[in-house]
């Protein structure tokens, strides 16, 4: 699983913003957004979708190259903090380099060994992001983790591909149904699945009508 993360993520660039992502497909969504499903990125949180207030504890799981702590450092502002957590040194340290060239001095991270274990202390967060989850991490043990580490009341979002209909080993893809199930059976509460739809159809035979989803629970 680690090595599917850094055959995906590196050799991007180091350039902020989105190093090779595109940061204006859902830029201005926020004001224009309709309540219908609108196109956004399949790799970039859509923050205009997400609350942050200012002085909140972030954790971003998977900082990949320090798009999301960058928005969230914003978010949160000065008075707040956002902790990066990654298993890669070397995405850790293009995150760095981006946080450091942006002048973030609101951030800090911590190096994952196991998705079986978050280093972040328990109701420490009070909000929790997470892009792509089951993909990288295809057990429900994490679900429980970000349980552990968020605050009571405190609010997760995970930006992920689900599907209506699927086989969830060959596709490591999540159906709505199973989404809340497992939330559900963590103890998640207030559980919402905004879905928007993907730029690219999804040619894996195991897959039918997948949509990007931003999934909103609180603990």
């Not at 090595?3 to 497909?25: A, I, M, P, T, V």
């Not at 499903?37 to 972030?58: A, H, L, M, T």
């Not at 979002?157 to 209506?164: C, K, M, Q």
């Not at 739809?197 to 894996?204: K, L, Q, R, V, Y």
């Amino acid at each position: 699983m680690k090595f599917k993360y850094l055959r995906e993520l590196l050799g991007y660039g180091q350039n902020y913003c989105c190093n090779g992502y595109s940061c204006s497909e859902f830029a201005d969504a926020g004001e224009n957004m309709p309540d219908e499903r609108i196109s956004v990125s399949k790799y970039n949180i859509p923050f205009d979708f997400i609350e942050i207030n200012k002085g909140s504890v972030v954790v971003n799981i998977i900082s990949n190259l320090g798009y999301e702590i960058l928005k969230a450092s914003e978010k949160t502002g000065k008075n707040g903090k956002v902790i990066g957590v990654d298993f890669s040194p070397a995405m850790m340290y293009k995150a760095r380099y981006n946080v450091e060239k942006n002048g973030c001095r609101n951030v800090f991270f911590r190096e994952v060994f196991s998705s079986k274990f978050l280093p972040v202390g328990a109701n420490i967060s009070d909000i929790l992001i997470f892009n792509n989850l089951l993909t990288r991490f295809p057990n429900n043990n994490l679900l429980s983790e970000i349980y552990r580490t968020l605050k009571p009341g405190g609010v997760f979002y995970i930006y992920d591909t689900i599907s209506e209909y699927m086989n969830c080993l060959k596709a490591d893809i999540y159906s709505k149904a199973d989404y809340i199930g497992n939330l559900t059976a963590c103890g998640f509460k207030n559980i919402v699945i905004k879905e928007f739809i993907e730029n690219a159809t999804d040619s894996n035979p195991n897959v039918k009508s997948t949509n990007i989803a931003l999934i909103r629970g609180e603990k």
